[in-house]
């Protein structure tokens, strides 16, 4: 069985990153145009460093929540080549939670971007001024805008066109209203999976089924639900280790 798993910002709700389209089309009182298109970045450069500085030195603040560290978990119990995790979220909690593979198709907050489109780590804040140690030239966000291509789309495209029957695709807090990813639960469909949604508020998507609730509470009961499937439930053997003796 292969499982593929998006996620958007409802995964980060319950560790204190408001999700986008809760604030009246305003991200943190800023126009969505302002700060998350390359327009926005030239017209106003500092005020987008200043935003995304913000948001950085809040995941200094925030810790992942169990829909994060059930997913670790999940992705511990398959073979690697058939479990893909894809965020749409720029914030590194999966990765904290313990996730190995995650696939940031947005890009991600703690790293930064040269004008050759290399990528480094980035903790601190980030200014028109810093420059890049290598080749001197200007950095921006590592994130990627509206207008621009998100990344890895090939590895994604073959996961999705891996699925089959019996596969498994899970869509996790997100509205489904951006794309490319919008259209990914439609094409594991297609492939014949079986689409998940969880997700606090109908988002109308394509899904054979639909778990509403917050996802601290519904990740860690589908991942249970998929470990059952798996035959490594609560009481199977996970990672090799025996079960803990009573
Ligand atoms: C909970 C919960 C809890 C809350 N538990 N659930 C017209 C038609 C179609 C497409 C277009 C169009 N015009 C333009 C486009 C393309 C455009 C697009 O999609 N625009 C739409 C707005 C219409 N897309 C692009 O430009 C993309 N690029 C592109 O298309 O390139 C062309 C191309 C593609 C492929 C091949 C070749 C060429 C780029 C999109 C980049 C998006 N970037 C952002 C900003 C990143 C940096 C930053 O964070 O600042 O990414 S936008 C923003 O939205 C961010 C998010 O990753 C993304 C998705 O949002 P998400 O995660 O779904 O969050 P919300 O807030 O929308 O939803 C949260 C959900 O959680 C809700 O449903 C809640 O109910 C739920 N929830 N609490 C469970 N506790």
């Not at 500092?46 to 603040?61: A, T």
């Not at 073979?79 to 894809?86: G, I, K, M, Q, T």
């Amino acid at each position: 069985m292969r499982i593929f798993v998006l996620t958007g910002a409802g995964i980060s709700a319950e560790s204190g990153i408001p999700t986008f389209r809760d604030a009246g089309g305003l991200w943190e009182g800023h126009a969505v145009e302002d700060v998350a298109t390359p327009e926005g970045f030239a017209r106003d450069p500092d005020l987008v460093y200043r935003f995304y500085d913000e948001r950085r030195r809040n995941l200094k603040k925030v810790e992942p929540n169990p829909a994060h560290r059930a997913l670790a978990r999940l992705e511990r119990a398959m073979p690697p080549e058939d479990f893909l995790l894809v965020t749409q979220n720029i914030d590194n909690l999966h990765d904290r939670a313990g996730s190995r593979r995650v696939l940031h198709m947005h890009g991600r907050l703690d790293a930064a971007r040269n004008e050759r489109g290399e990528v480094l780590p980035w903790s601190g804040d980030l200014r028109a001024a810093d420059r890049c140690p290598r080749t001197g030239t200007r950095l921006r966000p590592h994130v990627v805008w509206f207008g621009e291509i998100p990344l890895h789309l090939d590895e994604i495209g073959r996961f999705l066109a891996s699925l089959r029957p019996g596969d498994l695709f899970c869509a996790i807090g997100t509205s489904g209203v951006v794309w490319p990813a919008a259209g990914f639960a439609a094409e594991a469909g297609r492939m014949g999976a079986r689409t998940v949604e969880i997700n606090r508020e109908p988002t109308g998507g394509p899904f054979d089924e639909v778990r509403r609730g917050p996802a601290g509470i519904e990740t860690p009961r589908f991942v249970e639900d998929c470990l059952a499937l798996l035959g490594r439930g609560s009481n199977a053997p996970e990672d090799g280790c025996p079960p803990s003796r009573p």
